[in-house]
């Protein structure tokens, strides 16, 4: 939002805001992604791995369930974007669901930030 302070123009100021937020989050998704699968691939497996693993499963339904759009909205104001999007990836929510919410989020900020600079500098 440092573009509209500046006097950039505020639509094309918050659009490049938004596009080069929400691709950062596409490639952290995808990234995170095949970064698991190869981890997944060398991971060695014991009695004991597969027994967490069946109640990190639960508690990751739990968490798709309920608390991917929680943690959509208030984590990137909290820990930021990417930050959020790595949580929801390790809690194994689904890359699409991880996709929609965070672009609704971003959506919603971008635009919330974008109309408080615009209108804040312009009571200045």
Known sequence: MLA???GLNPV???ILAFTG?????LL?????????????????YDER???ESKKSRRAHKVFVKYGLPGLAVIGPLLVGTEVAVVFAMIFNAPRKNVL???TVSLVFWTV????ATYYGFGLF
Not at 30 to 43: A, G
Not at 112 to 115: N, P, Q, T, V, Y
Request: glycine fraction near 0%.
């Open 100 to 102: 929609i919410w965070m």
């Open 112 to 115: 919330l930030f974008a109309a």
């Open 28 to 44: 952290m998704i995808f990234l995170f992604h095949r970064w698991q699968e190869w981890r997944n691939k060398k991971r060695m």
């Open 49 to 51: 791995q597969l027994q």
């Open 12 to 14: 094309w100021s918050t």
């Open 4 to 6: 509209i302070a500046l």
């Open 21 to 25: 937020n929400w691709l950062t989050v």
